[in-house]
């Protein structure tokens, strides 16, 4: 059975940083692209950052680019987002989720259950 399960999430001041882990099972976790997306409320989905399977490709959203990090231990099945200079519009909803394929354009195969953060004074 396929599982994704992230955590890192919680109550963090603008201008911090916090690090999400998604830990995968049930499936070969290297083969595919890996993607966090977001949803914020009062809005949908949002991409924020996707990964290849071989790390050398990376994309971020433009409000991700240069302050968030995504990357990968496939050792480890787990893929990381490291989030700094936090702004309150980053409150959220954080999930993982596996790729079809290695092709970030592919569709999602597999969901986490999501982490939440608050970004707040």
């Known amino acids: 059975q396929v599982q994704l399960v992230e955590s890192g999430g919680g109550l963090a001041q603008p201008g911090g940083s916090l690090r999400f882990s998604c830990v995968a099972s049930?499936?070969?976790?290297?083969?595919?692209?890996k993607t966090w997306v977001r949803q914020v409320p009062g809005k949908g989905l949002e991409w924020v950052a996707g990964i290849s399977s071989d790390v050398r490709v990376t994309y971020y959203t433009g409000a991700a680019k240069g302050r968030f990090t995504i990357s990968r231990d496939n050792a480890k099945n787990t893929v990381y987002l490291e989030m700094n200079s936090l702004k309150p519009e980053d409150t959220g909803l954080y999930y993982c989720?596996?790729?079809?394929?290695?092709?970030?354009?592919?569709?999602?195969?597999?969901w986490g259950k999501g982490t939440l953060v608050t970004i707040s004074s």
């Open positions: 989720a596996e790729h079809l394929t290695n092709s970030m354009a592919s569709g999602i195969d597999s």
């Open positions: 049930g499936f070969t976790f290297g083969n595919d692209a």
